[in-house]
């Protein structure tokens, strides 16, 4: 299973990205996550999608800023960042859970995809 982020760039703060995850057609059964690393930090959970949509979880410093969705006729996951913050400057990564359902922890997620940079500037 193959998933590739895209999306990233730099943007000043208070500005909006969206990021895509191409998480192919094996993953359209399994809840899909955004996890973040930013430098010499460990990675942190983001958000995450259940299998067909209908239930979202986010970390809280992201909460009510950033959406997470999917399209599953195009096996694509997003993450819309709005009024972005230079401590989410991060590389941020898509991965497929082992099941169906929401999950936060990354020893929940057996696939992952390459980062795509995020920076925010102040």
């Known amino acids: 299973v193959q998933l590739q982020a895209s999306g990233g760039g730099l943007v000043q703060a208070g500005g909006s990205l969206r990021l895509s995850c191409a998480a192919g057609?094996?993953?359209?059964?399994?809840?899909v996550g955004w996890f973040r690393q930013a430098p010499d930090k460990e990675r942190e959970f983001v958000a995450a999608i259940n299998w067909n949509g209908g239930s979202t979880t986010y970390v809280d410093s992201v909460k009510g800023r950033f959406t997470v969705s999917r399209d599953r006729t195009k096996n694509t996951v997003f993450l819309q960042m709005n009024s972005l913050k230079p401590e989410d400057t991060a590389v941020y990564y898509c991965?497929?859970?082992?099941?169906?359902?929401?999950?936060?922890?990354?020893?929940?997620?057996?696939?992952w995809g390459q980062g795509t940079l995020v920076t925010v500037s102040s």
């Open positions: 991965a497929a859970a082992r099941t169906s359902m929401l999950a936060v922890l990354p020893s929940d997620y057996r696939y």
């Open positions: 057609r094996t993953s359209s059964n399994n809840a």
